[in-house]
């Protein structure tokens, strides 16, 4: 059976199905993405995972990249998180560590170490759902995906289907607190 993300590959294998929207605005590309991303996040939850859920994708053709959930409480790895590892895996597919023709979508904004890889791996694009504002390093806490200090600079789309990954973490949480 094809996985959901073989599906979606197919789906948007075709060509660019951008819109004639500013950059700072979600494409329906982002759109799909981020479902997808949910897609995965709900099923890390069922993990143990905080649900947390990312995918690069080639921003002219809609090219699905890598895709990935949190992963820290399975690997006991610090460097778990969904849009650490899509984004290593991106640059992996593609044999660049430049991704600036790409697009991370994640369905929560991007902590410092994350948002650290986006700026090393200068990514073309930025969307994400939900703001974290305890860890959050793409306007929450901190910029860096905007310091002008640093030599390269992501604008990022923020609160694409905020509410959506906004529940899945509160559930999540909630449970885990009910079930101490
Ligand atoms: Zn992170």
New binding site residues.
């Given amino acids: 059976m094809p996985s959901p993300f073989d599906i979606l590959r197919r789906l948007m294998g075709g060509p660019a199905p951008l819109a004639n929207l500013g950059p700072e605005h979600a494409t329906p590309t982002d759109r799909a993405m981020m479902a997808h991303a949910i897609t995965l996040a709900r099923a890390a939850a069922t993990r143990g995972e905080v649900p947390v859920g990312a995918v690069v994708y080639e921003t002219a053709t809609g090219r699905p990249l890598s895709h990935a959930a949190n992963t820290r409480e399975h690997d006991k790895d610090p460097a778990g ?1 969904a ?2 590892t899509a984004i290593r895996h991106a640059a992996g597919l593609l044999g660049d560590w430049r991704l600036n023709g790409c697009t991370l979508v994640v369905t929560l904004e ?2 410092a ?2 948002a650290g890889l986006i700026v090393n791996a200068r990514l073309g694009r930025l969307v994400f759902g939900a703001l974290d504002p305890k860890a959050g390093a793409c306007g929450s806490l901190m910029n860096l995906t905007q310091d002008p200090r640093l030599n390269h600079r992501t604008r990022p789309i923020q609160g694409l289907m905020a509410d959506e990954c906004a529940a899945l973490l509160k559930d999540f949480f909630k449970a885990r607190r009910t079930a101490r």
Avoid: D, L, Q
């Fill in positions: 998180h849009e650490f991007p902590c170490m994350c």
